[in-house]
């Protein structure tokens, strides 16, 4: 009986409700558009944040004052880019906290260097990628300060646009063109894992080397036509000539030549006769592979970044042995995430594992925590900071609040 009841008072309400549209048809097709329009209004104000508004910079464009004081900080920027890493170096740490102990004492703890000189680490692990979540993308978007549609190395070739050599426009610098116009006497290194980078992304010049490490390089570790030099070049050549040995020079995951790429700056910064390099640039590609073979966070990806933090580690004893450490800024850098899944490509897409990203700065005026809200256009500003060199005013990315204590 009740549910009868129940059942008849809805279609009175029901019926009541159709007689009061009927009657008030004007007010309430009102009522509706404006409903309409409104939810249009704030579904195109969330993809507007998603994809634009949370991609610009905030943060400091240091002054001259600025730049005064910090000059003769630091004699270096050395970077290290880890292609596809995303976030991923943090859910590691939360995982298991002795997971990266390099990257952890680095640029969480922070450390001291051999003269006493003390290094404070900052890091985000919510670092925003560009948009696509695509390597060209986001490299040239780094190093040149600029969002793609600026920089110009967008559509489904980009890929192969930048190791082909496209470069942004010539009034979007690098930072590494820009701090070599600054400084007449300064040189730049750069070693690249993935060749794109020194194909497309930094301008040449006679004062910068550029080495690409290619499965030719392993050939000639092998054949004894490169000798690598520096601390722990003995023990790498052996390995690749043992693991060559087995599975030929193809090295898929691509984790020998990025030991190799790391190697060569260690020779370079710290062999006899080293030069002086006032950027350093190195590109490590196993992260990327394992993404896009396994997906983020299988146990080949977690491996490659744990190796990555091997070399990472090999890298800071080598320079702090030569006395390199103290005066240097460190960077940690990554253009992208992945997706769990393996589907066509890795990434490309604006979820989040795909657009979080970390990045990490160890330094002596580094101010220890989180940097705040960092954007992969901010690591030319950065960079420039660091080294006392003004930013190219047509850069978009900023030098994150927190990051530096003399900036406030
Ligand atoms: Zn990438």
Redesign the pocket.
């Known amino acids: 009986m009740e549910e009868i009841k129940e059942q008849e008072e809805k279609k009175c309400f029901l019926r009541r409700l159709a007689e009061k549209i009927k009657a008030n048809k004007g007010k309430t097709i009102a009522i509706a558009v404006t409903a309409f329009v409104l939810i249009c209004a704030i579904v195109t104000l969330c993809c507007l944040n998603a994809y634009v508004f949370n991609r610009f910079a905030t943060g400091y464009v240091p002054t001259d004052a600025d730049l005064a004081a910090v000059s003769g900080q630091y004699k270096r920027v050395v970077i290290i880019g880890v292609?596809?890493t995303g976030a991923y170096p943090g859910e590691m740490l939360d995982d298991d906290e002795g997971s990266l102990p390099n990257f952890k004492k680095l640029f969480v703890d922070g450390t001291t260097a051999k003269n006493g000189t003390k290094l404070s680490g900052s890091v985000t692990y919510s670092g925003v990628a560009v948009y696509p979540t695509i390597?060209a993308q986001n490299w040239t978007s780094m190093f040149h300060g600029v969002r793609p549609p600026y920089h110009g190395i967008t559509g489904s070739s980009s890929n192969k646009d930048l190791d082909a050599g496209k470069l942004p426009d010539a009034k979007y610098p690098s930072f590494v063109k820009v701090v070599l116009d600054a400084h007449p006497e300064a040189k730049a290194i750069s070693s690249c894992t993935w060749s794109a980078i020194n194909n497309g992304a930094i301008e040449d010049s006679p004062r910068v080397t550029k080495l690409n490490t290619d499965c030719s390089a392993l050939t000639d570790i092998v054949s004894g036509e490169e000798v690598l030099k520096g601390k722990g070049a003995a023990e790498l050549t052996a390995e690749i000539r043992e693991v060559t040995a087995v599975d030929g020079f193809a090295d898929p995951d691509n984790h020998l030549r990025d030991a190799v790429t790391v190697q060569r700056i260690i020779g370079a910064m710290t062999a006899d006769g080293a030069e002086d390099y006032e950027i350093v640039y190195m590109h490590l590609n196993q992260v990327?592979s394992a993404g896009h073979s396994y997906g983020y966070n299988k146990h080949a990806y977690a491996l490659a970044v744990s190796r990555v933090d091997n070399l990472l580690g090999k890298l800071y004893e080598a320079l702090d042995e030569a006395g390199k450490a103290d005066d240097t800024l460190f960077i940690y850098c990554t253009?992208?995430g992945h997706r769990y899944l393996r589907r066509t490509t890795g990434h490309g897409g604006n979820s989040d594992v795909e657009i979080n990203v970390t990045f990490a700065v160890s330094g002596k005026t580094v101010k220890a925590g989180n940097m705040g809200k960092y954007v992969n256009t901010d690591l030319a500003p950065i960079v420039a900071y660091a080294l006392g060199v003004k930013a190219a005013e047509t850069w978009q990315g900023r030098v994150p609040f927190d990051l530096f204590s003399a900036l406030k």
């Open positions: 292609d596809g390597s990327d253009d992208h």
